[in-house]
Antibody
Framework: EVQLLESGGGLVQPGGSLRLSCAAS????????MTWVRQAPGKGLEWVSA????????YYADSAKGRFTISRDNSKNTFYLQMNSLRAEDTAVYYC?????????????WGQGTMVTVSS | QSVLTQPPSASGTPGQRVTISCSGS????????VNWYQQLPGTAPKLLIY???QRPSGVPDRFSGSKSGTSASLDISGLQSEDEADYYC???????????FGGGTKLTAL
């Protein structure tokens, strides 16, 4: 079964750091670009970051640039989002997703989401 | 303020046809394909339409998409109560060098 499973969410103080992981199974992971999308409580979807299949190309939303780093380990079928200098406005459910059809904005497989709460 | 503009809400009676619009610019919809997502309450989004008008396997054919210029639309023919959800358009933006989403449209079946 094709599946994505996030982990690493939790409560962190403003200015703190957190690393999210997304473990993939059921497909040839290294063939696909992967992405992170977040959703603040009661709000819409916001794209955060994406990484190419080989890991050599990365993209970030302005809100993530300079603070977040996306990476992947194809030997472990896992990719990550390292989040530093966290702010209250980063509080959201973070989803990992697979980009399909050669389109970085077409996400055909999604994880269940992991909650990140930034609060003192 | 989202880069792609959607109406915040839409509604229709069961069996009715409903259209949700998505307006962008030359750097996103005008030059790239549009995708649509359905998000049921408390669940992860689901890809509904890709490449402007293609349905992934398993998506009912009463969902259809189209694009013209810098705007796109999602049509739902024969609205059903289980279609009540939030709908989002998305695409790549060449100027921002990233993915942009619409603000979402909450669809209500009256």
């Amino acid at each position: 079964e094709v599946q994505l499973l996030e982990s690493g969410g939790g409560l962190v103080q403003p200015g703190g750091s957190l690393r999210l992981s997304c473990a993939a199974s059921g497909f040839s992971f290294s063939y696909y670009a992967m992405t992170w999308v977040r959703q603040a409580p009661g709000k819409g979807l916001e794209w955060v970051s994406a990484i190419s299949g080989g890991g050599g190309t990365t993209y970030y939303a302005d809100s993530a640039k300079g603070r977040f780093t996306i990476s992947r380990d194809n030997s472990k079928n896992t990719f990550y989002l390292q989040m530093n200098s966290l702010r209250a406005e980063d509080t959201a459910v973070y989803y990992c997703a697979r980009a399909e059809y050669g389109d970085y904005s077409a996400f055909d497989i999604w994880g269940q989401g992991t909650m990140v709460t930034v609060s003192s | 303020q989202s880069v792609l503009t959607q109406p915040p809400s839409a509604s229709g009676t069961p069996g009715q046809r409903v259209t949700i619009s998505c307006s962008g610019s030359s750097s996103n919809i005008g030059s790239n394909t549009v995708n649509w997502y359905q998000q049921l309450p408390g669940t992860a989004p689901k890809l509904l339409i890709y490449s402007n008008n293609q349905r992934p396997s398993g998506v009912p054919d009463r969902f259809s998409g189209s694009k013209s210029g810098t705007s796109a639309s999602l049509d739902i023919s024969g609205l059903q109560s289980e279609d009540e959800a939030d709908y989002y358009c998305a695409g790549w933006d060449d100027s921002l060098n990233g993915v942009v989403f619409g603000g979402g449209t909450k669809l209500t079946a009256l």
